[in-house]
């Protein structure tokens, strides 16, 4: 070990004595510094945007090394062949291993130097903010393996060739022959088992899991190999340009690819060989989900539906599919594009790219629109387990339009209960007379127009003999909001469940969206304990002009007030001051305090459920996918129906990721970010510039 240190400090003083090292450390700490600090002004203005590491920047760094590194070892044993000082080398008490590993570290220490320089960054974000540690070591460590495998392969081609030229080129092929496999493979579609073995193959593959915060067998031993197999075979290139090389030598350098080989194809099938770096276990599934993928003893295969404009997702869609391909092998996935192939799209009803269709053999199938622990679990368990659910959405009187996908539409709302297996159909009780007997639940939002009286007994009559009713009406601000509240539903809801919606307007100006002179459109300030509000407190939930509800139970209905406003609320009645002077306060005849927004009943004689709103604005296509207005939504479906196997789901630890940082101090650390660390790495140049002129 004593010679390889003394070849390493050799080389590194070499290294650092050359003006270029110096040039390319500062443009490259220019570079990466200058992404942290764009990202640093969105964590600063625009919370939660960004996720808060240093991913983007080591991912940059990385890349960048990709052509440096060729450069960085080009001369390591090219120079040395070119020169002679090799043979004079080699006729030292040195072996052709020591000589290569000396070589070696040198590189080495050189790059994990330069990526030291960048600790920087993450070391602002700890100062600042609360960024989970794990993913960014777990990003560190993938670092210096990636680097110790480049210089592997440049090694290896410095010493194929007396021409640092040659050297240059045929490290940088190969290396980005290694990097771009995947892209390669899917690129000329060479088939499903060729991909995913170039995929194995590929530098850029394992290199992504450390960046996401997982530690994989498979992956550390790919970048131990390819450092391993491209050293030893750099020595045999040394050994037998003495002369010295025997055929047991290559028999030992087919021995260790073999050995490898095995291993990685060991490693490989094990893929619960892993580390979750996160804090709170992000990248593995829920224990509910870890479960149902180990009791699978049928195939279940995943069609994923990406456009090349939904990339990035997808690359988060393959990550989490490889998380759970870890616990069961009876998981596979594909991906595909809808718009090269539209008919198997349509096969399974697309609506919009971004979608995981879970399939069995038998053709059955569930489709999971986000890639939400929820809805992954829910499609999972709805391939395995169909389950028939019809929601009858009443038409006739003006309702919001289930198939508008307009503003005020509710569309995007209803697709996405489709996506969580509902069937829906419309239901005209004025032409059909009664509420079909296969209906889970039936639907009625934003009534414009009073019902008839047969369209009310039919109404209440399925609701009084077990049936699932979603109620959501608006403030009373139009001609058809008033004529709808005398039909006699309100009263009905009154006498049979005890509930009252009131004849107010909410007025929350203390959770009021930014900028509002009233406060009219407010956010939830918190949830019931129900598994329809479950874990939404960390997404929000939005309203807007919405009236609230009162509540005086009968013995046979229990109820749970699902959102309230916050202390500061009260519901406003005097509508014509408010429309005319543009005022409004609270007075006598105004309820005040925690108002309800909207609750879930059940008769626990009927078995009957109702989900009451006092607003439908939340379920419109403008509001639906703000905040957690969606989970709200397709909760209160399943809950309505008794499906909460969707929804009953472990709570996985929330913790906010952020930074805190003045508008001043962002300027300062911006300008630390892009030019401390290049001006320092300068300075030293320019010092040992000077020092060697004066030795001159």
Known sequence: MHNVWQIARRELGALFAQPLAYVFGVVLLLLTGYIFASELFVHATQPGVLPLDVQSVLGLFTFLYLFATPALTMRLLAEEQRSGTLELLLSLPIRDGELVLGKFLAGFLFYALTAALTFVFPLILFIFGNPDPGPIWSAYLGVLLYGAALLGIGLLASALTENQIVAFIVALGITLLLYLLTIVAQAFAVGETAVTLLTELSLANHQDNFFRGVLLAKDGLYFVAITAVFLLATTLILKSKRGRLATLDWAKLAGTIAIFGLLYVFTFQNPGWRYDTTADNALTPLPETVTLLQSLDEPIHVIGFYTA??????????????????????????????????????????????????????????????????????????????????????????????????????????????????TIQSLNLFTEGEVPADASAVFLIDQQAPLAAAELDALTRY???????????????????????????????????????????????????????????????????????????????????????????PGDVTAVNLITTSELAWGETNFEQMINAGEVSPDAEDAAGQLTVALSALNTTSGARLVVFGDTDFLSNSFIQQGGNSFL???????????????????????????????SQLTLLQLVSIFLTPGLLALAGVWVWVSRRKRL
């Open 633 to 663: 939504f397709e909760n209160a479906a399943n809950w309505l129906v008794d499906d909460v196997v969707s929804i009953q789901l472990s709570a996985r630890e929330s913790i906010p990721r952020q930074v805190t940082i003045t508008q």
């Open 309 to 422: 404009e939904t990339a990035l997702q997808q690359s988060q869609a393959e990550a989490a599919l490889q998380t759970m391909q870890a616990y069961s092998d009876q998981l596979s996935y594909e991906f595909i594009d809808p718009n090269e192939n539209p008919l198997l799209a349509e096969q399974y009803d697309l609506s919009f790219a971004g979608t995981l269709v879970f399939t069995r053999d038998d053709g059955s199938f569930a489709k999971a629109s986000t890639l939400t622990d929820r809805d992954l679990h829910t499609a999972l368990v709805r391939t395995l387990n169909p389950t028939v659910k019809i929601a009858y959405f009443l038409t006739g009187h003006g309702e919001r339009d289930w198939q508008d996908f307009s503003e005020e539409g509710i569309g995007t709302a209803v697709t996405l209960l489709q996506e969580s297996g509902f």
């Open 463 to 553: 609701v009084d003999s077990g049936g699932a009713l979603f109620l959501a009406r608006d403030a009373v601000d139009t001609e058809g909001r008033i004529a709808a509240e005398d039909d006699g539903l309100l009263a009905w809801l009154q006498d049979s469940w005890g509930i009252t919606l009131r004849n107010d307007l909410i007025i929350d100006a203390s959770l009021a969206q930014a900028g509002q002179t009233i406060g009219l459109t407010f956010i939830g300030a918190q949830y019931g304990d129900s598994p329809i509000t479950q874990d939404l407190a960390q997404f929000g939930t939005i309203f807007n002009v919405a009236r609230s509800i009162a509540t005086e139970l």
